[in-house]
């Protein structure tokens, strides 16, 4: 018997790929604007955490799907706007991976008790 989470493969997970990348280019972009770790850590939280949810398999990969794209973002604007974050943002991005576990984490568990709840358990 398949569950929601069990598809046709890797394949089935591209749209979920596609949407961690926009998730964390978007954080990226927002810690460039916004220049707040704390805004950042909740947004590759909250983005993590709904990833969680969505997918429970694997946690991990949505913090590094996400997370990965926070500094390489801080980079571009590094490299291409006139607004420059500074390096101590840009190594500050990398902390950003603390908050993403335990949102994915968190996102993953919480799914686990609601599909517990359904079944009955």
Known sequence: MKTSEQGSGAGSDLWF?????????????????????????????????????MRRRWPWRWVVAVG?????????????????????????????????FAGAYGGSFMRGVVDNLRQGK
């Not at 006139?82 to 603390?98: C, N």
């Open 68 to 100: 990965v794209f926070v500094p390489l973002t801080e980079l571009a604007a590094y490299a291409i706007l006139t607004v420059k974050p500074t390096r101590a943002q840009i190594y500050g991005s990398i902390l950003d991976f603390f908050p993403g």
């Open 17 to 53: 790929y596609l949407l961690a990348a926009v998730c964390g280019i978007g954080t990226g972009w927002a810690d460039v604007a916004v220049n707040d770790l704390l805004f950042t850590a909740l947004l590759v939280l909250a983005s993590c955490m709904m990833l969680g949810l």
